[in-house]
């Protein structure tokens, strides 16, 4: 299955463009989702994930408190990397599961620690959402009202603009109005979709 990894920083508009994408047909499959999905009781991960956290980590549902987890591993950073090393297959091995599952010509996997990430032999091409970081500021403030601390710390923990820029195959400029990016969208299609069928 031809695959597009789409990515950018925070509130760049990935979102935006998956659902633009997703009006052509094309099968979306976001990372974000996935990685809630490996997490369920049940799935492998719970219970290994429990044993080296703790009963605290679960939650009053039964299932692990995401908003626990990220607290713990954003301040020991070991830890972070032992929920990274032990999820980051996981989440890769069911997102193949679900191209092949698709449908469409084409699928994107929407991955906002794509290049934090690499490499990633999946994926055929990036594509990578770009807007200035005054606009990415604006925006993050609009939809989720943070104050400007808490912004700049997310804006930190992230590599930087021009990094993910050296990496990206095709860049999506969304400084506009939206109804230019719909058309730079059906542009990109159009070239997918014959990238996918030669
Ligand atoms: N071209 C645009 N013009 C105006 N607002 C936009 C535009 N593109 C996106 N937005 C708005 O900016 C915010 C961030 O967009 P979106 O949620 O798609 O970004 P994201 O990259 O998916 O964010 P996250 O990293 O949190 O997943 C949203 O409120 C969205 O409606
Ligand atoms: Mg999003």
């Known amino acids: 299955m031809y695959t597009v990894g789409l990515t950018g920083g ?11 994408f997703a009006q052509h047909g094309v099968t979306i499959i976001d990372a974000d989702i996935v990685a809630r999905e490996v997490i ?14 703790g009963n605290d980590i679960i939650g009053n ?4 408190d995401r908003a626990k987890l990220r607290q713990i591993v954003f301040t020991h950073p070991e830890k972070r990397i032992w929920l990274e090393k032990l999820l980051h297959p996981l989440i890769r091995d069911k997102m193949i599961a679900y191209s092949r599952e698709a449908i469409s010509p084409y699928c994107i996997h929407v991955i906002p620690l794509l290049i934090e990430t690499l490499p990633h032999p999946e994926i055929n ?15 993050l403030r609009e939809r989720d009202h943070l104050d400007e601390i808490m912004i700049n710390k997310m804006l930190q923990a992230q590599i ?10 095709d860049i999506l400029m969304n400084e506009g109005h939206l109804d230019a990016l ?4 059906k542009k990109l299609h159009g070239k997918y979709f014959q990238l996918a069928i030669t």
């Open 10 to 20: 925070i509130a760049s508009g990935k979102s935006t463009v998956a659902d633009l």
């Open 40 to 53: 369920l009781p049940g799935e492998s991960a719970y219970k290994t994930i429990v044993a080296y956290f």
């Open 61 to 64: 549902d039964g299932t692990v």
């Open 125 to 139: 091409r990036i594509l990578m959402v770009d807007v200035s970081v005054e606009t990415q500021i604006k925006r």
């Open 160 to 169: 930087s603009r021009v990094e993910r820029l050296d990496h990206a195959d």
């Open 182 to 185: 719909a058309d730079s969208v």
